[in-house]
C-alpha cells in the first residue's frame, strides 16, 4: 500500500524566512511524486513534481529514496505563499494525498 | 487551458434523497476522472476511479450502491450519492486526467444532508 506522511499540520514562519515542508513516503515500487498547492478559496493546483525537477514560484523538491522524503524547501518566503501545501504520490493509477501542512508566513 | 468545472458548488438536500455532482473537462478530453471526498481540515480520500465507457473502480471502504458514478462521455463523469444521509455532507472534489501524470481539479461541490 502507498502512504504519505506529512508530519505539520501548521508552519508558521516570518517573511524572507527558509522553509521546509516535510514529505515521507511509503510505496513498494518506484514512486511518482508531486506537491499540490491550495490558496485559500481556490482549487487544488499542482505545483511540482519530481520527473521534472522545476522550480516553480521559488520552491523546489527533490527526491530522496534513501530517506524516503521529498521535502519541498524554499530559501525565502514571501506572504503570498501563505497556503494549504499537500504532498501527494502516484502509485497503481491513483494519487494518494498526505494529510496537508498549513503555511502561514507572516509579515 | 486545463480547466474542470463542477456543478452544482453547494446543494443542500434532505435525508433519504439522492443528489447528482457533475464533473466537466471544459477544453480537453479525460479519459480518466477521479472522485474525492474532503472533510473539514482533512486530507483528499479517493473515493473513485472513473473511466470512460466502463465502470468505475471504487476504493475500499467506498459503498458503490451509494456512491453512483458514470462516465459518459470523455468530458463529464457525474456523482450520484443515494439516499444520502448526513453523515455524507462533505466536500466532493473531482478532477480529470489529460495525459499520463497530469491530474487537474475541479473547485469542489459541498453537499450538506439535513
Known amino acids: ?107 | 487551458g486545463a480547466v474542470v468545472s463542477q456543478h452544482p458548488s453547494w446543494v443542500i438536500c434532505k435525508s433519504g434523497t439522492s443528489v447528482k455532482i457533475e464533473c466537466r473537462s471544459l477544453d480537453f478530453q479525460a479519459t480518466t476522472m477521479f472522485w474525492y471526498r474532503q472533510f473539514p481540515k482533512q486530507s483528499l480520500m479517493l473515493m473513485a476511479t472513473s473511466n470512460e465507457g466502463s465502470k468505475a473502480t471504487y476504493e475500499q471502504g467506498v459503498e458503490k450502491d451509494k456512491f453512483l458514478i458514470n462516465h459518459a462521455s470523455l468530458t463529464l463523469s457525474t456523482l450520484t450519492v443515494t439516499s444520502a444521509h448526513p453523515e455524507d455532507s462533505s466536500f466532493y472534489i473531482c478532477s480529470a486526467r489529460p495525459g499520463v501524470y497530469e491530474q487537474y481539479f475541479g473547485p469542489g461541490t459541498r453537499l450538506t444532508v439535513t
Not at chain 1, 513516503?25 to 520527473?51: A, D, T
Not at chain 1, 525565502?76 to 502516484?90: G, I, K, N, R, T
Request: charged share 20%; glycine share 6%; hydrophobic share 35%.
Open chain 1, 1 to 107: 500500500a502507498q502512504r504519505v506522511t506529512q508530519p505539520e499540520k501548521l508552519l508558521s514562519v516570518f517573511k524572507g524566512a527558509p522553509v521546509e515542508l516535510k514529505c515521507n513516503y511509503s510505496y513498494s515500487g518506484s514512486p511518482e511524486l508531486f506537491w499540490y498547492v491550495q490558496y485559500s478559496r481556490q482549487r487544488l493546483q499542482l505545483l511540482l513534481r519530481h520527473i521534472s525537477r522545476e522550480s516553480i514560484k521559488g520552491f523546489t523538491a527533490d527526491l530522496n529514496k534513501g530517506e524516503t522524503s521529498f521535502h519541498l524547501k524554499k530559501p525565502f518566503a514571501q506572504e503570498e505563499d501563505s497556503a494549504m501545501y499537500y504532498c501527494a504520490l502516484e502509485g497503481f493509477q491513483k494519487l494518494v494525498f498526505g494529510t496537508g501542512t498549513r503555511l502561514l508566513v507572516s509579515p
